[in-house]
């Protein structure tokens, strides 16, 4: 067979590729990650409608549904949602800044990293529960006391994310720079800044995801509002279907702002040549 031959049936072969359904219906492909959800809560619903469990402390699908459409008529899941989200918003743009800053600057400078890692590396070890008491005795069962808390939640993986880029910098990149005598802002633009973005960004969803799971131990310290007091309030009134729907509003708004970052950062990303996963066409 000729050379010309095998190009053509590899052009054929790349153009049929081309045309495959998963890749002429792209927009399907961010909903897959539903099916899993839908297919254990379809699971469920048919187990406690079939009589394979009563579903009284784990409420069906319908049931928490009901409940969710219930509070958002009567506005107070609107208000516990808003309530909550502007702590972990605050508390986490605040734990967010200290983490940059000081993970930037021991990861820069052996001298800063000697001093400051030992202290930060114990206080790290320290559960978020532990933090509780001190931050009421100090700043009370206010708002000050729970932002403080999720920001402390969010510091840790953002400092640790932001040193470790820093300090995985490649050296050759920075002699090509030096080589091209680059000054030190454009050292920072050109070279430092490309080559720690993508490991920030990925320390900023883990320093979300953890602001998230720190919220509910900051709303447990006498909050009247919030998503975390629904969970103590069905605990204590025996409602497992608010529970629940707690959980899930608490799934749903961390993913959504977990997506926000993802696409925030992306127009940043763009210049990565990264390996490209297989998308099963």
């Avoid at 920072?188 to 720690?196: G, Q």
């Avoid at 990925?202 to 799971?213: Q, V």
């Avoid at 509002?225 to 204590?236: P, T």
């Amino acid at each position: 067979m000729s050379a010309v031959g095998v190009t053509g049936r590899a052009e054929i072969w790349e153009g049929a590729k081309a045309v495959s359904p998963i890749r002429l219906l792209p927009v399907w492909r961010p909903f897959l990650g539903l099916l899993l959800p839908i297919v254990l809560a379809g699971g469920w619903e048919l187990a406690v409608q079939f009589g394979l469990s009563d579903g009284r402390l784990v409420p069906p699908p319908s049931v928490i549904w009901q409940t969710l459409t219930e509070l958002a008529a009567s506005g107070e899941l609107q208000r516990h949602a808003l309530a909550t989200f502007t702590r972990v918003a605050v508390g986490f743009a605040a734990g967010v800044a200290a983490g940059t800053v000081l993970g930037a600057l021991t990861g820069y400078s052996d001298l800063i990293s000697r001093l400051l890692d030992p202290t930060l590396q114990a206080l790290r070890a320290i559960p978020s529960i532990a933090w509780v008491p001190l931050f009421i005795l100090w700043l009370g069962i206010f708002e000050a006391s729970k932002v403080t808390l999720i920001a402390v939640g969010v510091f840790f993986p953002v400092y640790l994310g932001v040193m470790g880029a820093v300090m995985s910098v490649d050296r050759k990149i920075v002699e090509v720079g030096r080589a091209f005598r680059l000054s030190g802002t454009q050292m920072v633009r050109r070279i430092l800044l490309p080559a720690v973005l993508p490991a920030y960004v990925i320390a900023l969803r883990s320093g979300l995801g953890l602001g998230w799971m720190f919220v509910v131990a900051a709303e447990f310290m006498g909050a009247s509002e919030g998503l975390g007091f629904l969970l103590v309030d069905g605990q204590q009134l025996g409602k497992p279907a608010q529970i629940v729907t707690a959980i899930v509003a608490f799934a749903v708004i961390g993913k959504l702002t977990d997506w926000i970052v993802v696409a925030l950062a992306a127009p940043f990303l763009r210049w990565e040549d990264r390996f490209a996963r297989q998308t099963g066409s």
